[in-house]
């Protein structure tokens, strides 16, 4: 069974319906975005979600022991790194997942790098406990709305647990999972009526098209 992931979540009725239709995860960004959220709507919102969902915090780029506050006071279970975060400061962090923005690496190759910083990384240099792949767009860290090229993401996902984001639609969602057979599914603006806002209808046809 594939895991999905509902990110950029503000609001309780938002997260409720995620939850009711079946996803796994609900995410939440503490950093820059139209989607952002405090930590006091955090975790209001945490504390009204049944037992065994998972809770991740998006970070860009964020001062080690900031994450860690927001974390504890919001009952964080998962962290994620959108940003330049290096393999060691990541390392530092239990169940963290390293998301790179993937831009023009040729699908032949061994060697798969990311840009999520001006300098490649290599993503096996990460160890955490999944890669998030996403898609490049100059000057933006994530939230694009538009896919990459997932033959990138075929070989890495037969190596490592891969989550597919970026672009995906309750339209294309099965498609991508039977190229790619990732671990997870993460979606935010493809089940939006606007920015912060989820669309519940398209929230509901997303997850049930995942698992076709």
């Known amino acids: 069974m594939i895991k999905v992931k509902i990110c950029g979540i503000t609001c309780k009725d938002d997260a409720e319906a995620a939850v009711r239709f079946g996803a796994d995860a609900i995410g939440f960004i503490f950093a820059d975005s139209p989607r952002r959220v405090t930590p006091f709507a955090a975790k209001d919102i945490i504390s009204s979600l ?22 504890n006071f919001c009952g964080i279970s998962i962290l994620q790194f959108h940003g330049d975060e290096t393999p060691s400061y990541c390392s530092k962090f239990p169940r ?3 998301a790179f923005r993937i831009k ?17 990384k290599k993503i096996k240099e990460y160890n955490v406990s999944a890669w998030l792949l996403d898609t490049y767009c100059d000057g933006k860290y994530g939230g694009t709305g538009k ?3 997932w033959g990138e993401a075929c070989e890495l996902a037969k190596e490592g647990r891969v989550i597919l984001s970026g672009g995906l639609t309750p339209e294309n969602v099965a498609l991508a999972i039977r190229l790619v057979s990732p671990y997870a599914v993460d979606v935010s603006s493809g089940v939006e009526e606007y920015p912060g806002k989820k669309d519940h209808k398209k929230l509901e046809e997303f997850i049930k098209n ?3």
């Open 50 to 71: 049944p037992p065994f969902i998972a809770t991740v915090a998006v970070f860009v780029n964020e001062d080690e022991e900031e994450v860690r506050r927001i974390a």
């Open 104 to 120: 023009d690496i040729s699908c032949t190759s061994k060697k798969y790098e990311a840009l999520a910083s001006p300098e490649e």
């Open 96 to 98: 963290a997942i390293k």
């Open 210 to 212: 995942v698992n076709v």
């Open 147 to 149: 896919t990459f090229n």
